[in-house]
């Protein structure tokens, strides 16, 4: 196949996309990129600078000067490097920005992404696209787990329904909202774990990319 292996995985919050989508980059010798990171490291910079997440001008210069390193930083997670996040994303020229950053990674070799808009806006003709979701509830309890994990203490109501708030944002929007693409095989992971979502993933890209 002359096209490059790229396999698009979009979908909200904590339903298993980064696990996944790290699993299927190892398992397909494929570059990742978690492309969530990049609207994190663009919020994280305009924080750093005193500057408002929501304000188009201070967010669209951040990712004009975003460098490959940002996405090492260790200050990418957490509810305020959350909400920055979902701010800057919702600015269509930080989008504009990001969007050869996030093509240019896959020119060479191709890739595993996952986003939100990988497979509608960054990759509209990518030969596999997987939208990953999972119910409002097992989502809120995943990264609840995790959360919980690492030492945070925290309550599962209020976890809950900063995602709510979050996800209504991300599909509200009008730059690249979150949705599924037309030609998307859909995973509901509610009901499976991490190794089921991986093993119907591939089959699904098997049928759309020619493994070796
Ligand atoms: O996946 P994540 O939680 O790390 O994403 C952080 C924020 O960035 C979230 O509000 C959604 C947004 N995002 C986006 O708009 N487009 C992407 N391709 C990836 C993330």
Same mark, same amino acid.
């Given at each position: 196949?002359? #096209?490059?292996?790229?396999?698009?995985?979009?979908?909200?919050?904590?339903?298993?996309?980064?696990?996944?989508?790290?699993?299927?980059?190892?398992?397909?010798?494929?570059? %990742?990129?978690?492309?969530?990171?990049? %609207?994190?490291?663009?919020?994280?910079?305009?924080?750093?600078?005193?500057?408002?997440?929501?304000?188009?001008?201070?967010?669209?210069?951040?990712?004009?000067?975003?460098?490959?390193?940002?996405?090492?930083?260790?200050?990418?997670?957490?509810?305020?490097?959350?909400?920055?996040?979902?701010?800057?994303?919702?600015?269509?020229?930080?989008?504009?920005?990001?969007? /050869?950053?996030?093509?240019?990674?896959?020119?060479? /070799?191709?890739?595993?992404?996952?986003?939100? /808009?990988?497979?509608?806006?960054?990759?509209?003709?990518?030969?596999?696209?997987?939208?990953?979701?999972?119910?409002?509830?097992?989502?809120?309890?995943?990264?609840?787990?995790?959360?919980? =994990?690492?030492? #945070?203490?925290? /309550?599962? =109501?209020?976890?809950?329904?900063? #995602?709510?708030?979050?996800?209504?944002?991300?599909?509200?929007?009008?730059?690249?909202?979150?949705?599924?693409?037309?030609?998307?095989?859909?995973?509901?992971?509610?009901? #499976?774990?991490?190794?089921?979502?991986?093993?119907?993933?591939?089959?699904?890209?098997?049928?759309?990319?020619?493994?070796?």
């Amino acid at each position: 196949m002359s #096209m490059k292996p790229i396999v698009a995985i979009d979908g909200p919050a904590a339903a298993g996309k980064g696990t996944l989508a790290r699993r299927l980059a190892a398992t397909l010798h494929l570059p %990742y990129l978690d492309t969530g990171l990049l %609207y994190r490291a663009v919020g994280r910079r305009v924080l750093e600078t005193g500057g408002d997440p929501s304000d188009a001008v201070s967010a669209e210069s951040a990712a004009r000067a975003l460098e490959p390193a940002d996405l090492d930083r260790n200050d990418l997670r957490g509810p305020q490097a959350d909400a920055a996040a979902a701010s800057v994303a919702s600015i269509t020229g930080v989008r504009a920005a990001l969007l /050869d950053f996030q093509r240019d990674f896959a020119v060479r /070799d191709g890739a595993v992404l996952d986003g939100r /808009d990988i497979g509608t806006v960054i990759f509209p003709n990518a030969p596999a696209k997987l939208f990953v979701t999972a119910s409002l509830a097992e989502r809120a309890r995943r990264r609840w787990l995790e959360l919980r =994990a690492k030492g #945070m203490e925290a /309550d599962i =109501a209020t976890v809950e329904a900063d #995602m709510r708030q979050r996800d209504a944002k991300d599909a509200a929007r009008a730059a690249a909202p979150l949705k599924a693409a037309a030609d998307a095989c859909l995973l509901d992971t509610s009901e #499976m774990d991490a190794e089921a979502a991986f093993q119907a993933a591939l089959a699904f890209i098997r049928t759309r990319i020619d493994l070796i």
